[in-house]
């Protein structure tokens, strides 16, 4: 693998190469918009939301997270991970790389992984290293978001994600598609304007949200504040039908364990539709896929 660097491209710009976590890098990412955001734009990130990053990003809530065992993981193998890669791919120039912003749209950056200098094609790609604790059955959509934004910004057709999910290696090439590509671009530039006119994103029901807006109103002062009567029948409403919903998917998560006995997976026509996962030695619990 190379230690040098890509410096320019024919539609986007080099700006940096600042250490994931610092200062310096939260600033260039603070003022556009990046290929780990425009998957939470798109609503294909169940972790976060468009609201709490619309938050993180007018710096109304800390956007620093911390070091757990799963992004410390991370951090430490992506290295080792993508120098495997360029080992198994001598036709591919590997290189280090830093942030790029778009020449003509400066709200529009890429960061990605690393590059790589196709020597049959002559072609730049795009290489984006991931891990995960449990294997993929297909890589996940905010990922693909992810590279797709890359390309875009940085004018490239092709993006590999090179992945150890469960113990398993995953390579999975990316071809850029233009349709997905715009349909990205115009949910980041509504958010981009709604962040530069301060306005809001919408309600959508998300634990992030709703953690979010805890973090936004911490303090508790002895006050009353009236709110619309609608509101109040709709938060009951929503409370009686949660209750009835958490009834129902247990009774249904507990029929499905029982079914299954101390099998991990439970299977229609060999599709894995719920598995069996356990933390620290404790009974296991049932996850539902898809």
């Not at 080099?14 to 600033?27: K, L, M, N, V």
């Not at 991970?81 to 360029?86: C, D, K, Q, R, Y």
């Not at 297909?138 to 390309?151: D, G, I, L, R």
């Amino acid at each position: 693998m190379k230690n040098k660097y890509l410096q320019n491209t024919e539609t986007a710009e080099f700006i940096g190469d600042p250490e994931s976590g610092t200062d310096e890098w939260h600033a260039l990412r603070k003022g556009a918009i990046g290929g780990s955001e425009v998957g939470t734009i798109a609503g294909l990130n169940p972790w976060e939301s468009a609201y709490t990053l619309w938050h993180k990003k007018l710096g109304l809530i800390e956007d620093k997270i911390d070091a757990n065992w799963s992004i410390r993981f991370g951090r430490a193998f992506e290295r080792p991970i993508l120098e495997m890669f360029a080992e198994d791919h001598p036709e591919l120039e590997v290189m280090e790389t830093g942030t790029f912003r778009h020449k003509n749209n400066q709200w529009q950056s890429a960061n990605p992984d690393a590059v790589a200098l196709n020597t049959t094609t002559g072609k730049y790609e795009i290489i984006e290293i991931k891990t995960a604790r449990a294997g993929w059955e297909e890589v996940p959509q905010s990922y693909v978001a992810q590279v797709q934004w890359y390309m875009h910004v940085m004018g490239f057709d092709t993006a590999r994600i090179v992945a150890v999910a469960g113990w398993s290696w995953y390579e999975q090439v990316i071809e850029y598609d233009k349709f997905f590509a715009e349909a990205l671009e115009a949910s980041a530039h509504r958010f981009y304007k709604a962040m530069t006119d301060g306005v809001k994103p919408d309600w959508d029901g998300s634990q992030s949200t709703y953690e979010t807006v805890r973090r936004t109103n911490p303090m508790l002062s002895d006050e009353s504040v009236e709110i619309p009567e609608e509101l109040a029948i709709r938060l009951k409403e929503a409370n009686n039908s949660s209750k009835e919903a958490t009834q129902q998917l247990n009774k249904a998560k507990s029929m499905v364990h029982d079914a299954i006995g101390s099998a991990k997976y439970a299977t229609v026509e060999s599709k894995v539709v719920a598995l069996k996962q356990s933390r620290n030695g404790s009974a296991p619990y049932l996850v539902i896929k898809g």
